[in-house]
């Protein structure tokens, strides 16, 4: 097996864990499924220093909303979201911070 077969492999998994919660609930997914799929969502956008530091939720929320919007990938395919369906950045990050890109 290749390195990028792994490394799809484990991004494949890793949205699968952050798809537990298709739907956001007023107080957010838990804490470990949105730090999963931040660690995701810096490796993809080629920033891991993004969540650098000691962060609140909300700075972590801006810096991925920054990254994602420098790249210009509000409509470009982040990959399958939750049921198998093509997800794009800007359904990601509503979905992982239930508020608009």
Same mark, same amino acid.
């Given at each position: 097996?290749?390195?990028?077969?792994?490394?799809?492999?484990?991004?494949?998994?890793?949205?699968?864990?952050?798809?537990?919660?298709?739907?956001?609930?007023?107080?957010?997914? @838990?804490?470990?499924?949105?730090?999963?799929?931040?660690?995701?969502?810096?490796?993809?956008?080629?920033? @891991?220093?993004?969540?650098?530091?000691?962060?609140?939720?909300?700075?972590?929320?801006?810096?991925?909303?920054?990254?994602?919007?420098?790249?210009?990938?509000?409509?470009?395919?982040?990959?399958?979201?939750?049921?198998?369906?093509?997800?794009?950045?800007?359904?990601?990050?509503?979905?992982?911070?239930?508020? @608009?890109?």
């Amino acid at each position: 097996m290749s390195l990028d077969d792994t490394m799809r492999r484990i991004d494949r998994r890793v949205m699968e864990r952050a798809s537990v919660t298709a739907t956001v609930p007023a107080s957010g997914p @838990p804490a470990e499924v949105t730090a999963s799929a931040e660690r995701w969502i810096a490796r993809r956008l080629l920033q @891991p220093m993004m969540l650098q530091g000691v962060t609140t939720a909300r700075e972590r929320c801006e810096r991925v909303r920054a990254g994602i919007l420098a790249r210009d990938l509000e409509h470009a395919v982040a990959g399958k979201g939750p049921h198998g369906v093509t997800e794009t950045w800007g359904d990601l990050f509503r979905r992982l911070y239930g508020e @608009p890109l």
